[in-house]
């Protein structure tokens, strides 16, 4: 690594590692201010979450109140909370009792496993299937692909999930249908994603390859003698990554936000499942941990992104250099 | 002595003929030049031989390399030769080299036994830009280097592989004269070390460096053939007159700049453009510094100089298109509200790639409230037809584009238009064509004209006041 090589990885890590302050800072305020609009009174939500809803009296509901400081002002909850979050201390969940971080980090790491293996998953079809229709554009794998496209975008993921239960579970029984915790009931959440996004990647797969090798670049490393899978391993794939790589960013952050619905379909526990389970009984350590994970998963996610394209393509991003 | 003949070439598109030849011979130790203006089919003959050219075109024809005879129907029986027998130099250096790559492995991997013996593939691609005075980039990415050197890189690249048949692609386009001398050379020495060299341009400094046979083709035909000097000192056709004469030094207008005093130019005029003590670094690169310079109503100026200097950089500043690190930038009121216009080097790139030319004009003669019927009658002074803006920006060709750009520079009567190597990219004709209708059009409305080249000979051919910007940072004033 050469040393302006260097200066780049630095200056990326620094400028993300400020993101990463600033994002936490704004998400930790936009959770406390958005719990505070909720309608109801925290306390009788508490107190339904810790002892069910049928023993919540007017009397329980002071307990909680009394104990958890929330007659405090907001100003002073707030200001505690930002507080402690610097001392990294995420406290304890107010339903469960539990310390925030080992909750927190149990749904994070479902979370995790799911999108990493829906990401592979996803990469592997339609990462194929975009490098085999462009192979021969307009021939009758490309129109496949196509099609393929069309039909899982127009499929709402709890359609596909149930489609794919009725299919792998009830008829052929091969896996269960929901749950936590065993490698194969892991498969169908993971398909059901990854079967959404491989169309997609198919169809970005498909474009860039076809540009890349119709490009002046890659025309000359054939004249000069190189065979296909040459020019396809030295040329093609490298160019290939630097516009999917930011792509695949994107889609692995869609997928950690965004998969609440099949985290509920399928019982999978995972953040959205946490998260919609916080907001429902008001645990404002685990929503904002929760929102705060979420968040600096995204930061993370860009810093690699960043990183990889910074190793892939040498030429510089700002416009001053080219003039 | 290798010898390579074609017989009976064609190149067909539906019904037309796009190349119809009948014989070619290149013999080793002697080049073989095809020049032509773009359109002539010469591009397509050499991809023909190569076996590159679009699959939806139809070849005819057989070529012989010492003996053996190829079908060039077959576009795949000549592919084993690739980068050992045949070799191709890419147009457009800067875009054939892989932007992900450093140079060194770029150029290695065209060497014999590169899959087996990677290290000693490296080790001749250092070697042999070395030779090429490239040492020092061996590791250097592509966007590092300047056009010269990118199109020595690929020489590199392409020749490695020890072929003997060198087909190069119009070589020329946005090169200034020096790396054009270097990359001559380069092709006379293959020729002398017993290679065979066909070279495909629409150069005639570089068809008369490199001396030999000279083709000359239009419409799909050779209309002219003969020793490169016989043909381009007294020239036989037609077309081939015309062609000798585009040379900037040797054309015959009303609008050539006279060695006396410009009769336009009014020195008392307040100056449309004042420029004092400009300077600009780009990082540690300081490109110039201390210039001074005032441009008036009607004065033609030149900046002139080796590509890579900041001519364009310049010119952009004195238009305020950037911002300089030190100095002052005044404009007159009279280039106020788009009177100050500029033509870019690559026309396609400055015109809106997916709208209709007759929609992207539209929306000037409404931003700006142009009388109707300008747009017309300007394209019949320059001598466009109207069906054109029927078109996208692609299907119109480089020179016609560039006509359309002095249309729409023209259309808010601009008392300055900056030509930012407006015509480098165009083939002789084209060009003389192209500085014809700019020059005819400024000198009718006394606007003045502000011109970025390379090529000195365009220079002094246009402009009364020159400016050369060297790799010295100091610029030399030629009143």
């Known amino acids: 690594m050469s040393g302006t090589q260097r200066q780049l990885v630095a200056a990326v890590l620094l400028r993300r590692a400020g993101q990463a302050v600033?994002?936490?800072?704004?998400?930790?305020?936009?959770?406390?201010?958005?719990?505070?609009?909720?309608?109801?009174?925290?306390?009788?939500?508490?107190?339904?979450?810790?002892?069910?809803?049928?023993?919540?009296?007017?009397?329980?509901?002071?307990?909680?109140?009394?104990?958890?400081?929330?007659?405090?002002?907001?100003?002073?909850?707030?200001?505690?909370?930002?507080?402690?979050?610097?001392?990294?201390?995420?406290?304890?969940?107010?339903?469960?009792s539990r310390p925030v971080v080992a909750e927190v980090g149990y749904y994070l790491l479902g979370t995790l496993q799911l999108t990493a293996v829906a990401l592979g998953l996803a990469i592997v079809i339609g990462g194929l299937a975009g490098v085999l229709a462009a192979r021969c554009p307009g021939g009758w794998l490309d129109h496949m692909t196509t099609a393929w496209v069309a039909l899982v975008r127009a499929l709402p993921p709890f359609l596909l999930g149930l489609l794919l239960i009725l299919v792998l579970s009830v008829h052929l029984g091969l896996l269960p249908a929901v749950g936590h915790g065993s490698s194969s009931s892991l498969v169908l959440p993971a398909l059901t994603l990854a079967v959404g996004l491989s169309g997609l990647i198919a169809r970005v797969t498909r474009d860039t390859v076809v540009e890349i090798t119709r490009s002046e670049h890659v025309r000359?490393?054939?004249?000069?003698?190189?065979?296909?899978?040459?020019?396809?391993?030295?040329?093609?794939?490298?160019?290939?990554?630097?516009?999917?790589?930011?792509?695949?960013?994107?889609?692995?952050?869609?997928?950690?936000?965004?998969?609440?619905?099949?985290?509920?379909?399928?019982?999978?526990?995972?953040?959205?499942?946490?998260?919609?389970?916080?907001?429902?009984?008001?645990?404002?350590?685990?929503?904002?941990?929760?929102?705060?994970?979420?968040?600096?998963?995204?930061?993370?996610?860009?810093?690699?992104?960043?990183?990889?394209v910074l190793g892939l393509d040498p030429r510089p991003r700002k416009r001053e250099v080219l003039a | 002595m290798s010898l390579l003949e074609l017989r009976d070439l064609a190149v067909r598109h539906g019904d037309t003929a796009l190349v119809d030849v009948a014989d070619i011979s290149v013999k080793s130790g002697q080049a073989l030049t095809i020049v032509g203006e773009s359109g002539s089919g010469k591009s397509l003959l050499a991809h023909a031989v190569m076996g590159t050219i679009t699959t939806g075109l139809a070849v005819e024809g057989t070529m012989s390399l010492d003996g053996v005879h190829?079908?060039?129907?077959?576009?795949?029986?000549?592919?084993?030769?690739?980068?050992?027998?045949?070799?191709?130099?890419?147009?457009?250096?800067a875009l054939a080299l892989d932007p992900t790559m450093r140079?060194?492995?770029?150029?290695?991997?065209?060497?014999?036994?590169?899959?087996?013996?990677?290290?000693?593939?490296?080790?001749?691609?250092?070697?042999?830009?070395?030779?090429?005075?490239?040492?020092?980039?061996?590791?250097?990415?592509?966007h590092t280097l300047s056009g010269g050197m990118a199109q020595r890189v690929a020489y590199a690249a392409a020749t490695i592989g020890g072929a003997r048949v060198l087909i190069v692609d119009e070589p020329t386009?946005?090169?200034?004269?020096?790396?054009?001398?270097?990359?001559?050379?380069?092709?006379?020495?293959?020729?002398?070390?017993?290679?065979?060299?066909?070279?495909?341009?629409?150069?005639?400094?570089?068809?008369?460096?490199?001396?030999?046979?000279?083709?000359?083709?239009?419409?799909?035909?050779?209309?002219?053939?003969g020793p490169a000097d016989r043909v381009l000192t007294t020239p036989e056709h037609d077309y081939t007159r015309r062609l000798v004469a585009a040379e900037p030094s040797r054309w015959q207008y009303e609008w050539l700049a006279s060695p006396l005093a410009d009769a336009t130019a009014d020195p008392a005029a307040e100056p449309l453009v004042a420029a004092e003590k400009l300077a600009k670094s780009y990082g540690d690169t300081e490109l110039f510094r201390d210039i001074s310079l005032e441009i008036r109503p009607g004065e033609r100026w030149a900046l002139a100089g080796p590509s890579g200097v900041g001519k364009t950089t310049l010119g952009n500043l004195l238009l305020r298109l950037g911002a300089p690190d030190e100095g002052t930038v005044r404009h007159h009121n009279a280039v106020a509200g788009g009177r100050l216009q500029k033509l870019y080097q690559d026309p396609a790139l400055s015109f809106p790639a997916r709208v209709r030319l007759t929609d992207a004009m539209r929306d000037i003669v409404r931003r700006h409230g142009v009388p109707p019927g300008r747009v017309e009658s300007l394209m019949a002074t320059l001598g466009l037809p109207e069906s054109l803006l029927h078109r996208l920006p692609g299907q119109v060709s480089g020179g016609e584009l560039q006509r359309l750009a002095i249309v729409r520079a023209m259309l808010l009567e601009p008392a300055l238009v900056f030509a930012d190597e407006a015509t480098s990219r165009l083939d002789l004709l084209t060009q003389e064509r192209t500085m014809d209708c700019l020059m005819s059009e400024l000198t009718r409305t006394g606007c003045a004209l502000l011109l970025v080249t390379h090529d000195r000979e365009l220079a002094t051919a246009v402009a009364d006041h020159h400016l050369r910007l060297d790799q010295a940072v100091h610029p030399v004033a030629v009143p």
């Open chain 1, 22 to 96: 600033g994002v936490a800072l704004v998400v930790s305020v936009l959770c406390f201010a958005v719990v505070r609009q909720l309608p109801g009174d925290a306390a009788y939500r508490i107190a339904a979450g810790r002892y069910g809803d049928d023993l919540v009296d007017a009397d329980s509901a002071a307990a909680v109140r009394a104990e958890l400081g929330l007659d405090r002002s907001a100003w002073q909850q707030l200001g505690d909370w930002l507080v402690d979050l610097l001392r990294l201390d995420f406290g304890r969940s107010l339903v469960t």
């Open chain 1, 220 to 308: 000359f490393a054939r004249t000069k003698g190189l065979t296909e899978r040459l020019v396809l391993a030295r040329h093609a794939l490298r160019n290939a990554g630097v516009v999917l790589v930011p792509y695949l960013g994107v889609q692995a952050a869609i997928l950690i936000e965004g998969v609440v619905v099949v985290e509920s379909l399928f019982a999978w526990q995972g953040l959205g499942h946490a998260l919609v389970h916080a907001v429902f009984w008001r645990d404002v350590p685990v929503l904002q941990a929760t929102a705060l994970v979420l968040a600096l998963l995204v930061v993370a996610i860009n810093t690699v992104v960043d990183l990889a």
């Open chain 2, 70 to 93: 190829y079908d060039l129907a077959d576009r795949a029986n000549r592919k084993h030769h690739w980068g050992r027998e045949l070799a191709l130099l890419p147009q457009e250096p």
């Open chain 2, 103 to 142: 140079v060194r492995d770029q150029v290695a991997e065209g060497a014999p036994g590169f899959r087996s013996r990677r290290k000693a593939a490296l080790r001749r691609a250092e070697d042999t830009l070395g030779r090429l005075n490239l040492g020092h980039a061996a590791r250097a990415w592509p």
């Open chain 2, 173 to 225: 386009k946005g090169l200034d004269r020096d790396s054009l001398d270097q990359l001559a050379d380069l092709l006379t020495e293959h020729v002398a070390t017993g290679g065979l060299l066909i070279t495909i341009t629409h150069d005639l400094h570089l068809a008369r460096k490199l001396g030999g046979e000279l083709l000359v083709m239009r419409d799909a035909i050779i209309v002219e053939r």
